[in-house]
C-alpha cells in the first residue's frame, strides 16, 4: 500500500510537448511510472517518449483510461487545464505550475471539489511512491521503498528529508509535495489522514515553514494521530512582511511564525527536529517506537 | 507588490468608494501649491511603503503655509522603516468623528475573500485583534456567488450603524470587494473608514496589496511599481530569475529552491552565525546565474564569507560545479567560499570543485558550522 498514486496510477501528461513536460515524461517513464497518455492542444497523433499525444484530456481519457493527470502547463493557461482534467473525470490532478495567480487558485480549489476529485498543487514537485509511480518532479534516484510517509511544502527540502532517510537506510511510502502557494488543492491535514489509514506507512514527515496556518491546522489532526510524526519548519530566520521565495511563505502581521507553528506541533507531540538531517535520525528512534 | 495611499485611494475612487480630495507632491513648491488650492489646515502624509508612519513623524497636520515649508521638506527627506519617502500626499483635516476598519483579505483557510470589519478603527488592527479579539468581524464571500448584499447588510447593523449609513456602509463594502477581485489583491484596507462632521463615511485611508502572480494582465497596476521603495540588489535579483531578499548578517547564502534556502538561513543562525541573505538560485545553478547569485550576495559589503548549498536532484553534481567554478572565475572581491553540492555524480563534483581550491562538503550541517567559522575569522581579521 501506499497514498495517491502507485502501479495503478495511468497517468496523463498535460503539457507533455512542451521543454518541461517532455523532460518530465521521460523522467518519468524511466523510472517505470505508467504513463499512457499526454495532451496538448493541435498535437494529435505526435509521440513523446513513446507516450501517445491527443487534442484534449476527454479524449485521451476515452482512448487510454488515464485516472491520474500532471500539469506542465504555463501559469496563464494552468487553471483551464485543471477545470479539463477535473471536468473530463480525472480524479487526482497534480498541477506543478509555478506563479498562478491566488484568484484562480481559488476557482481551481472549489471547482475540483465539486468534481469530486483531488488536486496537489499548485506549485508542487508532485509525489512519488517509490518504486511504483514517480508522478512529477523529486529526482527518482534519491527515493528507496519503505515505512516512512512525507508530506511537504517545499521542493529541494523535501529532496534534502527523502536523501537522508534514504542514506539512513530508512525507505519511504509516498513522497507527497503539497505546494508553496497560499491557496494549494489539498492540506497537511488531508494527507496526514492518508498516511494514518495507510497500513505500510509507519511514521510520517512532515515538512513546514512560515506563512499561514497549515500547520498548526495539521498539529490538530496530530494530536489525535496513532503514528509518530517527525517535524521540521523552514524559515526560523525569516524576517516579518517579506515573501520567502514561495508566494505562501510570508510572516504577515504576527501570524504564521516558525515558532508558532513549532509551538503547536510541540503541543500535539511532534517531534521536532532543529536541523534536516536530524529527521532521520527522530525518524529511527520514532520508528523503533511504534 | 505593495501600492502607496495615493494609488490605492485612486483605485478606490474608481470603485465608487468615497476618499476625501487630495493632492500628490513630489517637491515643497508642489506642496505649497497643494495646500493653498484645497485651503488650510492640511495633512500631509509620507508616502512610503511602510507601516507605523504616524508613529514615525511621517503625517503632520499643517495649519499654515510657513509651516508647511519646514513640514515639507523635513517628510520628504525622511526614511521610514528603512525606506525613503517617495512623495507626500496632501489631504484637507477631516473632522473625525468615529473611526471604523474594514478590509477584504484573501483568505488562505478558507479559500475565499473574506471581509473584515472592527467598530474600532484608526488603530493597528492587529493590535486590536490581539487585545479585543471579539471585536473584529470576518464575513467570507462565498466563492461562487461571491459576498452578497445580506451580508454586508449584517455587518453594518453589528457594527452599530443606523439610518442611511446602513446603505453607504453596504455600498462601500460591496464595492470593496469588487475592488479586490477587479485588481487580484491580497488585501485592500480601509482604516480609518471615518464618520466625518457632515454624517458621510469616506475612506480616510487606504492600502492595496496585489498578487504579484497576476500582475501579467493587469499592466496599469504592473505600471504602479515603485522601485524606489526596493533594494536595488533586490530588483536586480528578480530581473534574472533570482529570488533574493537582504538581511542584516554577514554570512552570505546561495542556495536552489526556497525550503531549503531559509532551511540553510536557520541552520547559520543555529550554529551562531548570522545570514546576510535570502536567495534562491532556482534550478540548475549555471555558471550565469552562479556569477549573477554571486554578484548580487557580494554587492553587499557586510558579507564576510559565503555558504553555496545545492541539492542536486536531476541536475548531475558535475554539471553543477563546472558552473559554480566558471559562475566564479570573473569574481573580484575575496571572500572565503565553502560549497555543500549534493546528488548525482557527487564525488566527481567535490573533485572538480577541489581542483578549483574551493572548500566542498557534502553535509549541510558541516557546511554551515564552517562558513560560520570562517566568517568570524575574516571579519576579525579585517
Redesign the interface.
Known sequence: MSILVDKDTRLLVQGITGREGSFHTQ?MVEYGTNVVAGVTPGAAGREVCGVPVYNTVREAVEATGANTSIVYVP??FAPDAVYEAASAGISLIVCITE?????D???M??YVREKGSRLIGPNCPGLTTPGEAKVG???G??HKRGPVGIV?????????AV?ALTAADIGQSTVVGIG?D??VGTSFREVLEMFEDDPETHAVVL?G??G???EE?AAEYIRQMTKPVVA?I??????PG????????IIS??SGT?ESKIRALEGANAHIA????QIAELVEVALAGA | MNLHEYQSREILAKHGIPVPPGILARSMEEAVEAASSLGYPVVIKAQVHSGGRGKAGGIKLVNSQRELEYVAPTILSMNIGGRPVSALLVVPAADIQKEYYLSVVLDRELKTFTLIASAEGGVDIEEVAREHPDSILRVPAHPWLGLQPYQARELAYKMGFEGSLVRTFVEIAMSLYRCALDVEASLVEINPLAKVSSGDLIALDSKIVVDDNSLFRHPDIAEMRDLSQEETAEVEASRVGISYIKLDGNIGCMVNGAGLAMATMDLVKLYGGNPANFLDIGGGAHADQVEAAMNIILSDEKVSAVLINIFGGITRCDDVARGIVEGLRNIKREVPIVVRLVGTNEEEGHRILEDAGLRSLSSLEEAAKLAVELASKSTVSR
Not at chain 1, 511537504?152 to 534534502?160: A, H, V
Not at chain 1, 523552514?234 to 524576517?239: D, E, F, L, S, Y
Not at chain 1, 517579506?242 to 505562501?248: D, E, F, K, L, T
Request: proline residues 10%; glycine residues 14%.
Open positions: 523522467q501559469a496563464p506563479h498562478i495567480p491566488a484568484v487558485e481559488i476557482k480549489y472549489h518532479i523529486i529526482p534516484n534519491i511537504s511544502r517545499s521542493g529541494t527540502l523535501t529532496y534534502e536523501a508553496g497560499p491557496i515538512i515553514e512560515i499561514g496556518n497549515a491546522e521540521f523552514a524559515g526560523r530566520t525569516a524576517p517579506r515573501r520567502m521565495g514561495h508566494a505562501g511563505a502581521g504576527g516558525a532543529e536541523t534536516p538531517s
